[in-house]
């Protein structure tokens, strides 16, 4: 039996266990792209002199492995494979290429041996090679691939299938009419495959283990108690499957397991279906997990698909294996499109995880040795699996606080500053007379108010990123859109609104009230009064941000200090120099020196300043108190967490890790811990192939 092993990861992208990609499911196909030595003329002097190149990283382990076993594939031209047996150099010849497809699972080679013998190989998932071999133990084969599985390898079996040239001239003449065909084509070379791979020979089974990236247990535990869910989707073996869940902390234990194995009918699928909640509805108390196959979740989508979501939901951890890549994608479209509408996430590192990346709202794809396909079509790409922690909870929290306080923020300075104009515009009879001069107009949101914001937009961070990255906890305090919902944009209208107010009323009263001179005794008039309701827009506003702002860094430093100064001195060019062509009214002249030349400004100033910012203050205050969210999330600054102490190498046993408890919630798609079915807290989703290909294979003899 085979003798290939390089570390499982339950991968959800090989829902084909022989190969990521169909395309070079052939490690002698000598196209290169499938296991060809960098070497070009490799050597079997020294078994460690070949190195390979595959985009299936299932291949590549296979290629090793023989070449340790002193086969060395030395690539070849066309269609002729130089393969050296022994320090001797034999040529061998492909005839066909079988291509593999996730219906099929399987792929087979037509090779003519040196010795003019023309022989068929197949390798592929158990399921879809045995039903096919007429000869060989196959009682043995079965009971190894499920050992194999239960440590948590992932598993090919092999068979061949000798041909006389007279079956080789009909096979022959079969594909080429297929592959030639202009109608059908796909179905035609469906039907010839099927025909050729019957009444093969059982040659044994190998093993191929997935090793875990670093760190994949780490992250997925803090998804986990950051309130994200995680449902875990493969097409490995459940066996399999199970183990890596157990190997990468999704599976923990003390749940109680339930599953959904090989259903064959609708009605099957119910009565397992009720059960399952029959009993998590009376054991609520615990943490439930759920496994469920390609088969039977066909029958669940298709006949019971509101009660296999409502029981998913229920449990803590889900895993769905043995799936197709079209089965990938319905059940991210299944929670995309559920009433709760959860945000989805798809991560793969394979070519079977495209149309699942494609079909969630965010796609990522993993730099692995699947090749290419899932970065390539994903919305982010990255090298690691553990870098999406940071990217997620520490880069995503910062930039949806920026992006939210941006827009609101740019709400909310208007209503500030031109709210005044239609309070003006009651005592003028609305004559269409301008409260703001316009070069005010256009120098507000260009140049006094900009850069603040843009400052803050780039680098504002509310928390330091270490106590972030140690409290899950405080990814909640923004979910849910939770800083750009209706409640925050009425709060952020109201403060402008109030803004505007104090902005107008408290001059006009004061100058109502009071003689207004400027200091060479000349009356002020409205150029005056609007220049002073601009100054405390200008400063209210520019505070107001201030007041949002937790990272005082050296830029936003000197962005309020430029805004602030920018203003004045801009501001006092135009009121001092009288220029044709530009400055088309001269009634501005000098009339921003007058008004601070004038100690009642100060007064206003201060006055409009300290009224429109004690509401303001106040409540914020009392909201970061006694909001139960923010309290205890920013409590709970600085503690660390327990983290994942058990092994990932082992993948016979399950890790040993204690279980993180949670305050919260309702799990929309799988991966959560809490027994509050009901709460509104979980709607971010992400289906993740726990094990992305982190090393060199590792040959170990089987």
């Known amino acids: 039996n ?62 090793e492995a023989a070449h340790r076993y002193g086969i060395t594939f030395q ?34 080679v037509i090779v003519k041996w040196p010795n003019g013998d023309i022989k068929l190989l197949c390798k592929g998932a ?53 592959m030639t065909s202009l109608e059908n084509r796909d179905e035609k070379l469906a039907a010839a495959f099927d025909e050729v791979e019957q009444d093969l020979e059982l040659v044994g089974s190998t093993a191929v283990e997935d090793r875990l990236q670093d760190g994949v247990p780490e992250t997925i535990e803090y998804l986990r108690a950051a309130g994200i869910n995680v449902w875990v989707l493969t097409g490995d073996k459940i066996e399999t499957a199970i183990n890596i869940s157990y190997a990468c902390g999704h599976f923990k234990r003390g749940m109680l397991e339930h599953s959904m194995i090989t259903q064959t009918t609708s009605e099957q699928c119910i009565e397992t279906l009720a059960s399952i909640n029959r009993v998590i509805m009376e054991e609520l108390s615990a943490q439930h997990s759920f496994v469920i196959d390609g088969q039977s979740l066909a029958l669940a989508l298709v006949h019971h698909q509101q009660l296999f979501e409502s029981v998913s939901q229920k449990c803590s951890a889900v895993l769905c294996c043995r799936l197709s890549p079209l089965q990938k994608a319905q059940v991210v479209r299944l929670f995309k499109m ?39 079509c994903s919305d982010y790409a990255f090298a690691r699996f553990r870098f999406l922690l940071r990217a997620l909870v520490l880069h995503g929290r910062f930039y949806y606080i920026r992006i939210a306080t941006l827009v609101q923020y740019f709400f909310y300075k208007n209503v500030a500053f031109i709210t005044a104009q239609l309070y003006y515009s009651i005592f003028n009879a609305f004559s269409q007379q301008t409260l703001y001069d316009s070069f005010y107009l256009t ?53 402008g609104v109030w803004h505007s107010l104090c902005f107008f009323f408290v001059p006009f009263s004061v100058f109502h009230v009071t003689t207004s001179t400027t200091a060479d005794n000349s ?29 005082w860094s050296l830029a936003a430093i000197a962005a309020f200090f430029l805004s602030v100064a920018g203003f004045f001195c801009t501001t006092s060019v ?101 027994n509050n079915v009901g709460d509104d807290e979980a709607r971010h989703s992400m289906y993740v192939n726990p094990g992305f290909h982190a090393s060199t294979s590792q040959i170990e003899k089987s």
């Open 523 to 551: 009356e002020t008039g409205l150029n005056v009064f609007g220049g002073i309701i601009y100054l405390c827009v200008i400063l209210g506003v520019t505070l107001k941000l201030a007041t949002e702002t937790h990272y």
């Open 574 to 674: 135009f009121n001092a120099l009288m220029i044709p062509l530009i400055t088309s009214r001269y009634d501005m002249y000098f009339t921003f020196f007058k008004l601070l030349s004038m100690p009642l400004t100060w007064l206003v100033l201060v006055l409009t300043l300290t009224l429109a910012f004690i509401p303001d203050i106040t409540f914020r205050s009392i909201f970061a108190v006694y909001d139960p969210r923010i309290h205890n999330a920013h409590r709970k600054v600085g503690q660390v967490l327990p983290r994942n102490s058990g092994s990932t190498n082992d993948l016979h046993q399950p890790p040993s890790n204690q279980r993180l408890r949670h305050e919260h919630h309702e799990l929309v798609i799988g991966y959560g811990s809490s």
């Open 75 to 108: 690539g070849g031209t066309g269609s002729c494979l130089d393969v050296m047996i022994k320090d001797t150099l034999q040529q061998f010849t492909l005839l066909h290429v079988l291509e593999f497809d996730a219906n099929r699972r399987r792929m087979a």
């Open 126 to 178: 158990e399921s879809a090679v045995l039903p096919r071999t007429s000869t060989g133990d196959k009682d043995t084969a079965l009971e190894h691939v499920n050992d194999y599985a239960l440590a948590g390898l992932r598993t090919l079996v092999f068979a061949k299938k000798d041909l006389s040239p007279n079956q080789y001239s009909q096979i022959d003449d079969l594909l080429n009419s297929a």
């Open 443 to 495: 120098m507000y949101n260009m140049v006094y108010t900009a850069l603040p914001i843009l400052i803050y937009g780039l680098f504002e961070q509310d928390l330091p990123q270490q106590a972030i990255l140690e409290t899950p906890q405080l990814y909640k305090t923004i979910r849910h859109n939770r800083l750009l919902n209706y409640r925050n944009f009425v709060y952020w209208f109201i403060v």
């Open 338 to 376: 559920s009433k709760q509408a959860p945000i989805t996430m798809a991560i793969g590192d394979g070519a079977n995880d495209v149309s699942m990346i494609q079909e969630a709202h965010v796609g990522i794809g993993i730099y692995g040795k699947e090749g290419m396909q899932a970065v390539r």
């Open 2 to 63: 085979g003798s290939s092993a390089n570390p499982t990861s339950g991968n959800g992208s090989s829902a084909n266990p022989t190969s990521g990609n169909g395309s070079s499911a052939n490690p002698t196909s000598g196209n290169g792209s499938s296991a060809n030595p960098t070497s070009g003329n490799g050597s079997s002097a020294n078994p460690t002199s070949a190195q390979y190149q595959a985009s299936s990283p299932d291949e590549k382990a296979l290629v």
